[in-house]
């Protein structure tokens, strides 16, 4: 079982930067491949970006490329969002989600996630 916890949402201007955390309980962190997701009231989830268990894959999709960073520090079981040039559409509760340990399957495929944060919300101002 592993517990994910999010914070680092708020309210931002646009052009501003936050950087989300996600913390993770439980021993298999290192092994787990982790994804962020976002969500806008009457829209389907999507995938933000993702980070292998190994660290050396990671995905942004086109609409956060060269804005949204993700990194992870398994010695802290974190795996962080930085968010920069925020624009008012980033506007979404933002989640954490891990797949199984050494899964090697798509990072496109939700139903992969067996574990999800509750979110944190993020709000970019115009």
């Known amino acids: 079982q592993v517990q994910l916890v999010e914070s680092g949402g708020g309210l931002v201007q646009a052009g501003g930067s936050l950087r989300l955390s996600c913390a993770a309980s439980?021993?298999?962190?290192?092994?787990?491949?982790m994804g962020w997701f976002r969500r806008v009231p009457g829209k389907e989830r999507e995938l933000v970006s993702y980070?292998?268990?190994?660290?050396?894959?990671?995905y942004y999709a086109a609409l956060v490329k060269g804005r949204f960073t993700t990194s992870r520090d398994n010695a802290k079981n974190t795996v962080y969002l930085q968010m920069n040039s925020l624009k008012p559409d980033d506007t979404a509760v933002y989640f954490c989600?891990?797949?199984?340990?050494?899964?090697?399957?798509?990072?496109?495929?939700?139903?992969?996630?067996?574990?999800w944060g509750q979110g944190t919300q993020v709000t970019v101002s115009s």
């Open positions: 980070i292998r268990w190994s660290g050396e894959t990671t």
């Open positions: 439980g021993r298999t962190f290192s092994s787990v491949s």
């Open positions: 989600a891990a797949q199984k340990p050494f899964y090697s399957g798509s990072y496109y495929d939700i139903q992969s996630y067996d574990y």
